[in-house]
C-alpha cells in the first residue's frame, strides 16, 4: 500500500505541475508543449481521485492534501476546456439559411508529407464536395497527385516544398490577389487571397502553418508565436468577411490562440460544439485540436465535422460557413483588452 500511495503522490504532483507550467508565459517549448494535453491531464487527474476516494485509506495529511489539490487542479482543468464543450455558448451560431450562393464549405487537411495515400484524399474531396481545399505538408509530388482536381478547381496556389511546410490551396470560386507570403521565417510561407463568393461577395482569407514548438523544429515559439498575431492584426484591419485557416501548431485552448482571437476579433466554430481533435490520428489518447478555422462574426455554421484519416498523422476538417452579416448581432465576439494588445505588439516585435 505504501508504494501505491507513493506513486500516486507522485503521479499527482506531476499532473498538478504539469497544469501550472502553462501560466508561466515563456516561449521556452517546455513551457508551451505542456498547453497541449489539457483533456488528458483532466483524464488522469479524475482517475488519480477515484483511486485515492475508493482504495487509499486517507490516515495521513499527506493524502488529504494531495486529494484536496487534485479536486482543486480537477476544477481548474475544467475550467479550461469548458468553452469546447457542448455545454458552453456557441461562440458562432447555426446558419438561419439553407445552403447557397453565401457559402463556403473549407476542407483542410494536413496530409503528412511522406504519406502516399494521395487516392484517398480523392475519394475524400468527392464525398466532402469543399468548394475551397487547403492542403499543407505538401511537397511535388503530392502537387502532382492532386492536380487531377484542376478540372474542379481550377482557381489554385501553389507553394509544394520539400521541407514539410508546402501549401497547395485549391477553389471552385475565384481567387482575387492571391499572393504568397513568408512573414516570419524564409522557408514557412502562408496564403493570403480573397475569395469571390457566387453570391459576388468578396471574403479575406488567410492560410498559415507556422513551424511547432517542439525539439526537432524549434526550440522557441517566438516565431510561431509572431506569424499567428501578425495574422490576426491583418485580420483585424480587414474590412468585411474573413477566414483564417490552418495548421497553427497550436492547440485551441492556448493562450496565444485566445490571444489571436482577441486580436483579430475573429470566432472559433467549435466553441460549444465540442473538440474536434485533429491531430495525433495514429494514437487515441494523444490528441489535440491543431488544425483550425477561425471567421470574422458575418459567419454563420452550416456544418462542421472531422473526416476519417487518410494515412496522415491528422484528421482532415470540413466546415461549412454562410455569410450572414446579421450575426453580427448573435454571435459572441471576443474584445482585446489594453493589456491583450500590449502582449500581442510585443510578441510581433520580438526577435526571432
Known amino acids: ?10 503521479t499527482g504532483l506531476f499532473i498538478v505541475m504539469a497544469s501550472l507550467v502553462p501560466l508561466i508565459r515563456h516561449d521556452f517549448w517546455i513551457f508551451r508543449v505542456f498547453e497541449y494535453p489539457r483533456l488528458q491531464k483532466l483524464t488522469v487527474n479524475l482517475v488519480l481521485i477515484l483511486i485515492y476516494v475508493i482504495f487509499i485509506p486517507l490516515n495521513a495529511s499527506r493524502e488529504y492534501v494531495m486529494l484536496g ?75 502532382e497527385q492532386m492536380d487531377r482536381i484542376g478540372k474542379d478547381y481550377p482557381h489554385q496556389i501553389k507553394v509544394p516544398l520539400e521541407n514539410t511546410y508546402g501549401m497547395l490551396l485549391y477553389s471552385r470560386f475565384e481567387l482575387v490577389d492571391g499572393a504568397v ?66 495548421d497553427l501548431n497550436d492547440v485551441a485552448w492556448s493562450y496565444t490562440t485566445e490571444l489571436f482571437s482577441k486580436i483579430s476579433g475573429l470566432l472559433d466554430p467549435r466553441k460549444g460544439r465540442g473538440f474536434f481533435n485533429t491531430f495525433n490520428a495514429k494514437y487515441f489518447f494523444l490528441r489535440f485540436p491543431l488544425d483550425h478555422v477561425f471567421c470574422s462574426p458575418d459567419f454563420t455554421l452550416t456544418g462542421i465535422n472531422r473526416l476519417e484519416r487518410c494515412g496522415s498523422d491528422h484528421f482532415p476538417m ?35
Open 1 to 10: 500500500m505504501d508504494l501505491l500511495q507513493n506513486v500516486l503522490f507522485y
Open 69 to 143: 489539490v487534485l479536486c482543486l487542479n480537477l476544477a481548474y482543468l475544467g475550467w479550461l476546456i469548458f468553452p469546447f464543450t457542448v455545454l458552453s455558448g456557441k461562440q458562432i451560431v447555426g446558419s438561419r439559411k439553407a445552403p447557397g450562393d453565401i457559402n463556403i464549405k473549407l476542407l483542410i487537411a494536413n496530409v503528412y508529407q511522406e504519406n502516399k495515400e494521395s487516392d484517398s484524399y480523392h475519394t475524400l474531396i468527392k464525398q466532402c464536395n469543399p468548394d475551397l481545399l487547403l492542403m499543407v505538408e505538401t511537397n511535388k509530388w503530392w502537387m
Open 181 to 246: 507570403r513568408y512573414l516570419v521565417e524564409d522557408d514557412i510561407p502562408s496564403i493570403e487571397t480573397e475569395v469571390k463568393l457566387p453570391s459576388g461577395d468578396l471574403v479575406k482569407l488567410f492560410c498559415l502553418h507556422p513551424r511547432p514548438p517542439v525539439p526537432q523544429e524549434n526550440p522557441q515559439s517566438t516565431e510561431r508565436d509572431k506569424e499567428i498575431l501578425m495574422v490576426a492584426k491583418k485580420a483585424k484591419d480587414t474590412k468585411g468577411p474573413t477566414i483564417v485557416v490552418g
Open 318 to 352: 470540413c466546415i461549412n460557413l454562410q455569410y450572414d452579416p446579421v450575426a453580427l448581432h448573435k454571435n459572441d465576439i471576443p474584445e482585446a483588452t489594453s493589456e491583450d494588445k500590449a502582449l500581442a505588439a510585443e510578441k510581433i516585435q520580438a526577435e526571432t
